[in-house]
């Protein structure tokens, strides 16, 4: 098989990549040449398709696939895809659930309404420049184009670092703030897993729209962080509060406390997707202690949680030691041990 991957240096490009490398596949990247170098026997293409002439690398060459990450403008999406059109087989999209209307319900399934995009913008917020470029790409390649609506992605090589920040925290030991209830639902998909189904699926020749993360309640916040302090061996004690004291505290959920969306929060529906179109096509979701033990063995050989290829630096992920300290000592339970 031979697989143009468009972008290729970052967190899910580069599982893409390594996952096609290891298939034995022959694999072509396009990207900027800005961040870092693809792996051995990869061949590279430059280029900026934000710019005038910034596809001619492109110009010759086909493709049995195309797996593309952007979420830029909307237009230089469909460029690309116009470009390609006539030498690739199969387009693969990997865009986000961000693109369903508010109020999203519980159990969202492909067929929700999206948010208001246009395909010809230049701009806009993350969730109508992946809406935007979805529907960019239909109208190209229409049923030649699987649009893979991620949910939250863990595992080696995240360039958000959530899963980090709670991995670093661990390992630190002492009382770790554990937002309650322990046995509240996560629902993810490994990066690596992620890559398989976008490769399987698309080999397979599924189009259109599909929600890809592990089914609800794969794991529970109380399990996740219960892997963190044995993957580290951290001397760690996980002191649970209750999701009520914390949003009155005023500690902001997903942000301050990673991956954490308490039940009634109007983000729940995040970790609550109707999965049943990926599974039906074959996703499997490794059990979240391998992800969270791969995450830190990775940790451990870079050390801190890398730049975001192409994109702009994100606020850091999770409450500074100072701001933990303080609602501990204000809002403290009994320790339970990690």
């Known amino acids: 098989m031979r697989l143009l991957m468009l972008g290729g240096t970052g967190f899910v490009g580069g599982a893409t990549v390594a996952e096609a490398v290891h298939r034995g596949w022959s694999v072509t990247v396009f990207n900027r040449g800005r961040h870092g170098a693809p792996p ?5 293409l430059v280029g900026d398709r934000t710019t005038p002439g910034g596809l001619t690398a492109l110009a010759d060459g086909e493709w049995d696939l195309v797996v593309d990450t952007w979420d830029g403008a909307p237009r230089a999406a469909r460029t690309a895809a116009q470009a390609l059109s006539d030498r690739v087989g199969h387009y693969v999209y990997v865009s986000s659930g961000s693109v369903y209307a508010p109020p999203v319900p519980a159990g969202v399934t492909e067929q929700a309404p999206l948010v208001d995009a246009d395909p010809d913008a230049l701009d806009g917020d993350y969730p109508t420049l992946k809406a935007g470029a979805e529907k960019a790409l239909r109208a190209v390649l229409g049923d030649r184009v699987l649009l893979a609506r991620a949910g939250l992605i863990l595992g080696p090589g995240e360039d958000i670092g959530r899963l980090p920040w709670w991995l670093h925290r661990v390992a630190r030991g002492g009382d770790v703030l554990a937002p309650g209830p322990a046995d509240l639902p996560v629902q993810y998909v490994d990066v690596r897993d992620l890559a398989v189904f976008l ?48 949003l009155a505290a005023g500690v902001k959920p997903w942000n301050d406390l990673p991956v954490w969306i308490p039940a009634g929060h109007e983000y729940r529906w995040m970790q609550q997707v109707d999965v049943g179109r990926a599974y039906a096509a074959g996703l499997s979701c490794r059990p979240v202690a391998d992800t969270v033990a791969d995450t830190w063995a990775w940790l451990r ?4 949680v890398p730049g975001r290829a192409g994109r702009p630096a994100r606020e850091p992920a999770g409450l500074d030691p100072a701001r933990e300290t303080e609602l501990l000592a204000a809002l403290g339970e009994p320790a339970t041990p990690g």
Do not use: I
């Open 199 to 246: 490769l399987d699926a698309a080999t397979g020749g599924l189009g259109g729209p599909v929600n890809v993360v592990s089914r609800p309640g794969h794991t529970t916040m109380g399990e996740l962080l219960t892997a963190g302090v044995t993957a580290t061996s951290a001397v760690a004690r996980l002191r649970w509060v209750d999701p009520e004291r914390l």
């Open 40 to 44: 051995a026997g990869v061949r590279p």
């Open 301 to 304: 050989q870079v050390g801190a």
